[in-house]
């Protein structure tokens, strides 16, 4: 084994894993027995992977070993997503027992193509919320300070990244669920276009606004993750076939941005001070890289009413039958916003997804002068975990769960690529991230801007950590 590779295991990238299953070096089994070593050491502090299928791995891996491009690396699968015959919960009461049959479109692919689910990481009911709690597996905290959330929805997926448990995992993001907790935990997130990761969607097959997408610890690590995820499958009908060339081919090989354009709050929300601060002092890392940097972004004005309308909706879709035959098992923010969406008329559906193909004319015009967009991942740092949502930041309130999370949900009703990269911590030693949105269709080259401007910030060695108590 290359010295690079004589650390522990769980301090490896992914890549580094991968590049040792394929030269034999290492097998799965080695690597899911280093998974639960470190399971065993840290969860217990941050309840990260409460849902575990050793057996079932040990069984997979073998197999799971001749398939490109992850040959038999463990990875952790959100608890939104079915693992056959293990417990799936999607956070709710309703579902406390719930053991599927069959895996569902997401994980099939991906073990397909050699990932071995090794545990269910943790999510709040349905995904809804960004702090990551539920009723049946309890609450998963940040590993820089177990006194505050890693946000979510897929927080625990996070988590078991920063603290090592796992090398990649799979996240999903409505509203910034890949973005906030990798965001709040020091890790990498990638929200890919509709259709670029394929998914089961009973209700909503054809909807454009929840993806499936790859969590990691490098910006290389989540590009190997998308080229697991990626690709075309019969029951998704917006999914597509994958690129021509490997996604982390593309981010090993991508360029700088020449022109970036930086906006501290896309003009639509307030934003802490210590969050403006340290991606402000990010943003000027691309101009070490050789880009112009300046502060522009497209007009988002009536983004956080159209995601709210249109989000509302799709809740009506998803949960009416959970809301008739089980409301008193359903956390009071989920009744809300389905409530809201049955109160929504035609009329204002209809005039939010014209709004919303008026923001893409905006955005598409953007990118015609621009490489990139930059913006804050999350407008606060990681708040107390006790805490529901955010209530207040800069001294503005928030009447509702979602509303304070626009700075990504904006950007979702794009369905531009956008990826979360950690750009420094505040003064008070919390993680901090930076959004940054690639061009229509534009993961090969989001990836590859992402990785230059990680090498330029040097914290991709900051993970795995032991859980932080303060």
């Known amino acids: ?47 990260a992977l409460p849902t575990r299928c050793r057996a079932r791995a040990e069984a997979q891996a073998d197999g799971a070993r001749a398939h490109w491009p992850l040959y038999g690396l463990p990875v952790a699968v959100k608890d939104l997503n079915e693992v056959s015959g293990v417990r799936c919960t999607f956070g709710s009461l309703i579902y406390k027992d719930f053991v599927p049959e069959a895996s569902d479109i997401t994980v099939e692919v991906l073990e397909a193509r050699g990932g071995v689910p090794i545990a269910k990481s943790n999510t709040p009911e349905f995904g809804a919320g960004a702090n990551t709690f539920n009723e049946v597996l309890g609450t998963t905290r940040n590993p820089w300070n177990t006194d505050l959330t890693c946000g979510g929805s897929s927080g625990g997926s996070a988590v ?83 690129a021509a060339s490997s996604f982390r081919q593309a981010a090993h090989n991508g360029r700088a941005p020449h022109r970036v354009g930086y906006s501290p709050d896309l003009g639509i929300l307030p934003v802490d001070r210590r969050v403006r601060e340290t991606t402000a002092a990010a943003a000027t890392l691309f101009q070490d890289l050789g880009a112009v940097v300046e502060e522009a972004c ?41 409530e809201k969406g049955m109160a929504l008329t035609a009329d204002e559906i209809a005039a939010a997804e014209i709004a919303r193909a008026a923001l893409l004319a905006r955005c598409c015009d ?54 979360c990269v950690p750009c420094g911590l505040t003064e008070d030693g919390l993680p901090v991230g930076l959004q940054l949105v690639g061009p229509p269709h534009g993961e090969a080259q989001l990836l590859g801007m992402a990785k230059r401007f990680e090498e330029a910030t040097g914290l991709a060695d900051r993970t795995p950590i032991d859980p932080i108590a303060r």
């Open 160 to 242: 078991a990244l920063a603290t090592g448990q796992v090398w990649l995992a799979t996240g999903s993001d409505l509203g910034g669920s890949l973005r906030t907790p990798a965001s709040f935990c020091q890790v990498v997130g990638l929200r890919p276009s509709p259709g670029v990761v394929p998914r089961s969607s009973a209700s909503l097959p054809f909807g454009t606004l929840a993806v499936e997408g790859p969590m990691g610890r490098t910006v290389e690590d989540v590009a190997l993750m998308l080229d697991a995820m990626a690709g075309e499958h019969p029951r998704d009908p917006i999914s597509r076939p994958p």
């Open 366 to 419: 953007f990118f015609e002068a621009y490489d990139l967009l930059v913006c804050p991942a999350a407008i606060v740092p990681p708040f107390p975990v006790e805490q529901r949502y955010v209530e207040e930041a800069a001294g503005h309130r928030f009447d509702n769960y979602v509303d304070w999370l626009a700075i990504c949900s904006a950007i979702t009703l794009t369905g531009l690529p956008s990826i």
């Open 1 to 47: 084994m290359s010295e690079e590779r004589a650390s522990d295991p769980i301090r490896w990238t992914a890549c580094q894993a991968v590049d040792a299953l394929k030269a034999r070096e290492v097998s799965p089994k080695e690597l899911i027995a280093a998974a639960f070593d470190r399971i065993e050491a840290v969860d217990g502090a941050v309840n």
């Open 298 to 338: 497209p007009d988002f004005a009536g983004a956080p009413e159209i995601f709210q309308t249109l989000r509302a909706a799709g809740y009506v879709a998803n949960h009416r039958t959970h809301l008739a035959e089980h409301r008193d098992l359903l956390k009071p923010d989920v009744v809300w916003n389905i």
